[in-house]
């Protein structure tokens, strides 16, 4: 891609992380709660929600003799890094995960602590959240994450003005969708933007189809170690539909060298060089750091498109349920940790993830949705939440660690035509569900 973009900032502090030297600190002070210094060590993913975290990082530090440090590790390195460093001296006291099968390994080493007696000393940590978040981070029935962040579904994101000039609307149906890439590529536009070089976001379009085909039965057998579900005829359907997409060209030719994670595919659909990516609602809190103007004018979103006679509900979504913080057994300060996580259902943490486009899943939420950064959009997406019968969680996510690389592989290789169906279908068999 030839087109020069200016990165989004993945860091709050605008630095690159180095694995030996420890983490970037974004709070006041070196890191090193665990070593027993007086400082709690707060970890998460480095992107634009890091802007929050600093707040609330800033007035737990107003009020507490032991003081947290926020550190960052930038998105794409984050899987990788935390697993380098999580059972050594540079390990957080805290951290940012998916909950689901990003902690089970974890939690099988012995490192967690379980906070069932955080939560019986201040009910809030689970009562306070919606129920159906809170039993993404249970494990073996001990709880090991308080929700952080936002929920995540993954929606269909368009420009508007792209869309206006090629005479198409966000489409409700896949032959809809399909009609979209016919007109936008007359116009000499990319229809769907597509950070491929990243190999996640591809894995999006897989998960979203599969449900929209067979519902969310078919991945809860395959999670399950039920081998024949990636070879049944649902399976394969998705696959010839999805084939059928990147042979219409719906994507462009140079998808595998670009890259959600260094702004070139958020950068494609704000200068109007695409019509859509799909992607996770996080999105427009990117859009807002990187391209405001365009956020907030010609920025548009919808659901994933249904698929005629296919077994899965239409309003059933896709995504990360929420985020978690979950906490190592070592940490030397377990009391002020509890105080920390008090704050992830605070009013003034509500408010400012609504500032920034994300949807907390606390209880509170909803009072508070007319002061979001765009009260439209969050609403969409709690009505979107709140009504789908089923909320798959990421597939790399909710497979172990272990599985997350064979599956890019995967996807990446099968929508560049290095494998067909058939190879597609034995690279999923073959992953670990422990």
């Not at 159906?132 to 994101?157: C, E, H, N, W």
């Not at 994933?304 to 995504?319: A, M």
């Amino acid at each position: 891609m030839k087109t020069r973009v200016r990165l989004p900032r993945l860091l709050a502090c605008g630095a690159t992380l180095a694995l030996a030297l420890g983490l970037t600190a974004c709070g006041n002070g070196d890191g090193g709660g665990s070593s027993g210094d007086g400082k709690i060590r707060v970890l998460v993913y480095g992107d634009a929600s890091n802007k929050v975290e600093k707040q609330i990082v800033d007035k737990f530090n107003k009020t507490s003799d032991v003081k947290a440090v926020l550190d960052t590790i930038p998105g794409a390195d984050y899987q990788q890094k935390l697993q380098t460093i999580i059972n050594t001296p540079q390990a957080p006291d805290v951290f940012f995960n998916w909950g689901g099968g990003s902690i089970q390994p974890f939690v099988k080493a012995d490192l967690l602590m379980p906070l069932d007696d955080f939560i019986e000393k201040d009910p809030g940590l689970k009562a306070n959240f919606l129920p159906s978040v809170v039993a993404s981070a249970v494990v073996d029935g001990k709880t090991y994450g308080v929700p952080m962040r936002g929920t995540q579904p993954i929606l269909l994101f368009h420009n508007k003005e792209v869309l206006d000039k090629a005479g198409v609307k966000p489409p409700k149906t896949w032959d809809e969708l399909l009609d979209a890439v016919k007109k936008l590529k007359d116009e000499g536009v990319t229809p769907i933007s597509l950070g491929a070089g990243d190999r996640w976001p591809t894995m999006m379009w897989f998960e979203y189809l599969y449900d929209r085909v067979a519902g969310p039965e078919l991945f809860q057998k395959a999670l399950k170690g039920d081998k024949d579900a990636w070879a049944s005829a649902d399976s394969k359907k998705a696959l010839s539909m999805l084939k059928q997409l990147v042979d219409a060209g719906a994507f462009g030719k140079n998808y595998d060298s670009v890259k959600y994670t260094n702004g070139s595919s958020p950068a494609l659909l704000a200068s109007g060089k695409a019509g859509f990516e799909l992607m996770g609602s996080w999105y427009y809190a990117q859009q807002q750091e990187d391209a405001k103007e365009f956020a907030e004018t010609s920025l548009g979103y919808s659901a994933f498109p249904t698929v005629q006679g296919g077994k899965g509900d239409p309003t059933n979504v896709v995504g990360n349920t929420n985020n978690f913080y979950s906490v190592l057994k070592k940490t030397k300060h377990p009391e002020a940790v509890a105080e920390f996580l008090k704050l992830m259902y605070s009013d003034e943490f509500v408010k400012a993830q609504l500032a920034i486009g994300n949807l907390p899943t606390t209880t509170n939420t909803p009072k508070f949705l007319d002061t979001a950064a765009d009260p439209d959009y969050s609403r969409f997406q709690y009505d979107l939440v709140a009504k789908a019968p089923a909320f798959q969680l990421s597939w790399d996510q909710a497979y172990p660690p272990s599985a997350m690389t064979p599956i890019h592989q995967a996807v990446q290789q099968f929508f560049s035509g290095q494998i067909d169906a058939d190879g597609f279908i034995k690279a999923m068999q073959a992953l670990p569900t422990e």
